[in-house]
């Protein structure tokens, strides 16, 4: 991550600070992050000597809706911390590694399902439409989110380009960027310092700029018009993409409402073509 687990709470705390018995929930936080990331509000109310609406007080003081929204994002930070190996270390647990990966994906689309903010998805979609182009950045395994998204969006009739093959691909792009453009960053797990670097770079050319990511780092969000926080955290080494992808998806799906007639348009010219390839019978 670009910026620290520090950082991060520093960012988040009220420029007068918290006291009392809020501040012994954020020290906790501070000192004890793994317990935080995995027990219950109860718990954490246990170690900082409050009750547990102390708890979410604290939470809402830091710009949360509650407990729940602040520990999945304290969480994904946790677990960003950590070695590849140790996050896999983190989630052993009973029954097979395959069995717990579908649970945990059932577990981040019930949660994304709880919390999406669909007129955040709705902006987003406007945007696009409205756009010269959009440029996505995506990188590592979560590439796929981002390869994803712009293919059915080009499929629905609007240019958008995913940039998925480091750095140099990215500088190029960013050079071409200009004021009518989208950018959509999207980032689980870890935080690469371009992506930081191309949204901030894009935000001061007028670019309105987007985050699609399981942690708001202060340096990413700052940049961003709207974050879509989306539950990333698999069973084993590497984040899991299934909610990503369930994001990726109801943008599109929104994108194809925004102007019918050019997405129909579009449909039936990448049909044409595929016939005249062979690709349709």
Do not use: C
């Amino acid at each position: 991550m670009t910026d620290s687990f520090e950082d991060w709470l520093g960012a988040r705390t009220p420029e007068r600070g918290l006291r009392g018995k809020a501040a012994a929930v954020l020290e906790v936080l501070r000192s004890q992050p793994r317990r935080a990331s995995f027990g219950s509000a109860g718990e954490l109310a246990q170690l900082a000597g409050v009750n547990v609406a102390t708890v979410t007080r604290t939470a809402q003081a830091l710009g949360f809706a509650g407990w729940p929204a602040l520990q999945q994002e304290l969480r994904a930070r946790y677990l960003s911390s950590l070695s590849a190996d140790q996050v896999a270390a983190e989630h052993r647990g009973t029954g097979s590694p395959s069995s717990r990966s579908l649970r945990r994906d059932l577990d981040n689309l019930a949660l994304l399902n709880r919390r999406l903010d669909e007129g955040a998805l709705l902006t987003i979609a406007e945007a696009i439409a409205a756009a010269r182009r959009t440029v996505i950045v995506a990188d590592g395994s979560y590439a796929a989110v981002g390869l994803a998204l712009a293919h059915n969006a080009r499929l629905a009739g609007y240019p958008v380009t995913a940039v998925t093959a480091g750095d140099a691909e990215l500088a190029n792009t960013m050079t071409a960027i200009g004021s009518s453009d989208v950018l959509i960053a999207i980032s689980f797990w870890r935080l690469y310092e371009s992506t930081v670097l191309a949204a901030n770079e894009a935000r001061s050319r007028g670019v309105r700029v987007f985050a699609l990511t399981d942690a708001a780092s202060p340096a990413l969000a700052s940049a961003a018009e709207e974050v879509v926080m989306v539950p990333a955290e698999g069973e084993a080494f590497f984040p899991s993409l299934t909610a990503g992808m369930a994001v990726a998806q109801a943008l599109v799906t929104q994108l194809a409402t925004v102007d019918p007639a050019r997405t129909g348009a579009s449909i039936e010219a990448a049909e044409a073509m595929w016939t005249k390839f062979g690709l349709l019978h």
